[in-house]
């Protein structure tokens, strides 16, 4: 048993379309672009409540690689390096090992956090550091302001199958309109 599908009006939309290959191109490349950057909003709305960062921030943690002519594709890819801690809504508390040592805690999804650092609740300046020592410098340990957890981390915690399914819809719902607009655009054949 052969089932044969057919769609009516394809071979006109196609008459219309065939001359318009740098058009159809264009709105290729601004779908793709306008739905990565709905992607990236998905992820960064519920990262913000979570973590109370910036959302200026997070979007410079979660960069955009966007589609070009040469390269139909964008991307939405979190880094992977630490955060500095005063990008998060933190807080120390004291760990019971010594007076000078608090641990950070940041926020995070379903609570807190532990940061990689400390806090000297007696120093002049209560700030978010930690040590790192250096062997290649000669064995140097210098200290830096303290990290957090990635983007990347954040992402996979946040993690939802139904983002998937919304970018999937708003690219179609966004090809269509970008098509509508460049058909209506068109001049008539017997114009």
Sequence with gaps: ?????????????????EPLPRELSRAAINTLNKGATAARKLIVDPAVQATGMRRAA????????????RFLVSRVRPKSSGI???????????TGKGPTRHRILVGWPGGEKVAAGFVNPFGSYQAPISTRRYAYRGDMTTMTVALAPSAAALRKVLYQIPEEQTTERFLMTEIEAQLVRLIAGRPAADE
Excluded: C, F
């Design 1 to 17: 048993m052969s089932t044969q599908i057919t769609i009516k009006g394809l071979d006109e939309v196609m008459a219309i379309l």
């Design 58 to 69: 997070l979007n410079g943690q979660i960069p955009i690689q966007r589609a070009t002519s």
């Design 84 to 94: 500095p801690v005063p990008e998060y809504k933190w807080q120390h508390v004291a």
